[in-house]
């Protein structure tokens, strides 16, 4: 299990280490992270190293020990074609690479003659940031000429052991068993790297009388960021010798040594904080093997040795080339980790994906099997947002702890994932709550909409295994300055780990992923659908209003000219037309008569849907006190005390069809009322008081009356075009179309209309209207 120095409660630590500890987080860290260990301006004395200017291969630079290994002073060599060196068959073989597609080229077999001497070198050779070419020559360590043959057996037998197992745990096993027979190194581990950039040794194979460092942790203050970029740049990286003197790298202009950027070499000297580490370890030399996975350093092969301990080319070559076949074979060995949990989390995604797309939303579905929401990532409580609301399942926070948590989370959120098994680390407050959420799983259906789905972890109090104590001690210097030194111990240190719950592995964090891509996507798709059936029912709609204008309007003539003809045969005939047959007439011209209101009323409310809204400041006080004086004045006879509750506001809305609102609420108010004392209130509720039906940014409108009521099995079907509760004699009679266009026009401002009443007692009627 991988943790970082920072995320630790350190209950054993003392208060010396505790006190040491904050002061170091003080501590400028010039000496470790913004140490600029790719340009040391010397190398490691084992070889040397030449800087070409192209095309004439002139030597800008070279290090001081070529006097020593090739016998010829750098001062005859500086600004001198590298012909003077080495001869025409090794510079046209240079020059073949270069005129070719360039990165490095390594090996280069090279022979100089030196006081009638041939001595025969390994070159490598690429090119800078700064677009320099950089030569650097190691002599051969063995006399045995090289073959294709003897690097194939190298790293034959160790390839093929790697591919056939099936864990990462097994193949890490197998590198360090055989990089350690290829280097005859002390000790050889591979040292894995957590999101944080803290490292845990997971494999190891040494010498039989040392400790063993299998399963420690280290900070990741032990490896600067710097110096990871350079493991990726640089795949192999071995110091012989940590006891060498550095060779300083000269040339006429002494400030192009400082700058010179050996990021790529292989004989780049070793930073002395590097050095003091490695010295404080007990270690006389070391290589390191990067392991590259999705163009991230995802570890090392790190390789320790009591004394020097020079390796060949080939032998190099082939812990490189080792160290590059891992690196392809991580994902495919990690997949293989735990392959029938991955499995069974996936069939329960399944049965999710499954269920989701036949319920009316996601929460539903997911509520169904709440045992299996947890499981799928391991989890011991979860909740699910949505719709302003909070379904809580195991073990949590409370819900009004949940909801601050999303107005954090919010912004934290990547790549609609969030995962953390610290969260009282990154969000204080989690500390009330470490019981039920130290972990927390999060990923966002709709970020907009707060739509989210949490899962939670408790608190697992870990005891974690350091090499060494992970508090870099801090030194004074003679300026007063403070520096953090390596660490001098790296023998058994234990630390307790609170705060924290179990880490959430990736094929949790993967399957929360896709959960939330088939939620997104189902939900997307009913949208889609959704929209379609909307599209088909406006044009639905659009084509029924024209059908209805023009049949209303087409019926009306004819019906017309029956009723007039019936009112001439009573005028003109009712002295020889018996009684039947007036009573006859005088109920033809009747039903005509109501025929024609139906029609009149279908044709307003087909014309309601064509004519375009005008939007208008309306000042509703003027307007209601207009619909009243017009009803006091129509309704003689039927007089009920109307009030308005309160000042009304202001709204934008099309001030006839508002108006007609008003006008049938409170008509039917009156009209439907058996009390003595009429009594119709007018308002419209404060915010606090809206209810689950209100609006943002919208105003709720109610009309009241103590009328006759609504008996609750109507209340739903009372908006029903020519839907009436009593006989058309009753109660002044009517088409029953009033409440049906009242709820178009509100609904065509984009509001909502509904009612609540108390059969004989009253009604009241709520309507929302934009603001």
């Known amino acids: 299990m991988d943790w970082s120095l920072q995320s630790l409660d350190r209950d054993n630590a003392s208060a010396s280490q505790s006190e040491e500890l904050t002061i170091a987080e003080t501590v400028d860290l010039t000496n470790c992270d913004r140490e600029p260990i790719h340009i040391p301006g010397s190398i ?24 020593d ?5 750098a001062q005859e060599l500086l600004d001198k074609p590298l012909s003077k060196l080495l001869n025409l068959k090794h510079i046209n073989s240079i020059k073949q690479c270069l005129s070719q597609e360039f990165d490095s080229v390594n090996p280069l077999k090279v022979a100089i003659k030196a006081q009638n001497k041939t001595l025969v070198f390994d070159g490598t050779l690429h090119r800078n940031i700064d677009n320099l070419l950089v030569l650097e020559l190691e002599p051969r360590r063995t006399n045995k000429s090289r073959d294709f043959f003897d690097f194939y057996h190298l790293v034959k037998n160790p390839i093929d052991r790697m591919q056939k197992v099936h864990t990462l745990a097994e193949m890490c096993q197998i590198v360090v068993k055989e990089v350690r027979k290829l280097t005859n190194f002390d000790r050889v581990m591979v040292y894995r790297f957590n999101s944080e950039g803290a490292g845990t040794v997971i494999a190891e194979d040494k010498r039989e009388d040392l400790n063993s460092y299998l399963g420690l942790h280290y900070p990741a203050s032990d490896i600067p960021k710097q110096a990871k970029h350079l493991y990726i740049l640089n795949l192999l990286r071995l110091v012989p010798d940590i006891n060498y003197q550095p060779v300083e790298i000269i040339s006429t202009d002494s400030d192009n040594n400082k700058s010179l950027d050996l990021s790529l070499s292989i004989l780049r000297s070793v930073s002395p904080i590097h050095i003091e580490y490695l010295k404080n370890m007990g270690v006389g030399a070391s290589m390191s093997i990067s392991l590259i996975k999705n163009k991230k350093l995802w570890g090392l092969i790190a390789c320790h040795h009591s004394s020097a301990n020079y390796l060949t080319c080939e032998v190099r070559t082939a812990c490189e080339f080792l160290g590059q076949v891992m690196s392809l074979e991580l994902a495919a060995k990690e997949d293989n980790e735990g392959m029938e949990y991955k499995i069974r989390l996936n069939s329960i995604l399944s049965k999710f994906v499954e269920i989701i797309p036949q319920d009316e939303n996601f929460v539903e579905s997911l509520l169904q099997d709440r045992i299996n929401l947890l499981e799928l990532t391991a989890s011991e409580g979860a909740a699910i947002c949505a719709d302003s609301k909070v379904w809580l ?19 934290q959120i990547n790549n609609d994932v969030y995962c953390t098994d610290s969260l009282p680390k990154a969000y204080q407050p989690a500390t009330k709550f470490k019981d039920s959420a130290s972990g927390l799983l999060a990923t966002a259906i709709s970020k907009s909409q707060n739509d989210y789905i949490l899962w939670f972890r408790p608190e697992v109090i870990q005891t974690v295994n350091w090499g060494g104590n992970p508090h870099k001690p801090v030194e004074v210097q003679q300026d007063g300055s403070l520096r953090l030194s390596p660490r001098k111990s790296f023998e058994l240190w234990q630390e307790t780990v609170k705060l924290k719950s179990l880490p959430w592995q990736q094929c949790e964090i993967d399957v929360a992923v896709e959960l939330r891509s088939a939620i997104v996507g189902i939900v997307l798709r009913q949208a889609a659908e959704l929209a379609r059936i909307n599209s088909e029912l406006e044009r639905s709609n659009s084509e029924l209003d024209a059908f209805a204008y023009i049949a209303s309007h087409d019926l009306k003539e004819p019906l017309r000219g029956i009723h007039n003809y019936s009112s001439f045969l009573l005028e003109d005939y009712a002295d020889i037309l018996n009684e039947d047959g007036a009573l006859k007439l005088q109920t033809l011209v009747r039903l005509t008569q ?60 099309d001030r006839v069809q508002v108006s007609e609102v008003f006008s049938n609420l409170i008509s039917n108010a009156i009209k439907y009322n058996n009390k003595v004392d009429k009594f119709v209130e007018i308002g419209y509720l404060d915010p606090e008081h ?80 934009p603001g």
């Open 44 to 67: 490691q004395p084992h070889g040397v190293l030449f800087v070409l200017q192209e095309p004439d291969l002139i030597v800008v630079q070279v290090s001081k020990n070529v006097s």
């Open 690 to 769: 809206k209810s689950d039906n209100s609006q943002t940014n919208s105003f709720i409108f109610y009309v009241r009356d103590n009328g006759i009521g609504i008996r609750e099995k109507h209340l739903e079907t009372i908006f029903r075009i020519f839907k009436r509760l009593h006989a058309p004699n009753r109660y002044g009679g009517g088409t029953g179309a009033g409440l049906t266009i009242a709820k178009k026009i509100v609904e065509r401002h984009g509001g909502k209309i509904w009612v609540e009443s108390t059969y004989g007692e009253g009604s009241t009627f709520y309507f929302t209207l």
């Open 69 to 73: 290994i090739i016998k010829v002073s």
């Open 594 to 653: 109501r025929m024609e209101d139906l029609i009149e009323s279908l044709l307003h409310f087909s014309r309601l849907g064509r004519v375009e809204l005008s939007f208008q400041t309306t000042n509703l006080n003027e307007l209601v006190n207009n619909v009243i004086e017009v009803l006091n004045i129509s309704l003689k006879e039927d007089k009920a005390n109307i009030r308005i509750s309160q000042i009304l506001p202001a709204i934008e809305c």
């Open 393 to 411: 399942v195991g073990k949590t926070p409370s819900e009004t702890e949940i909801q601050e948590l999303i107005e954090w989370l919010e912004p």
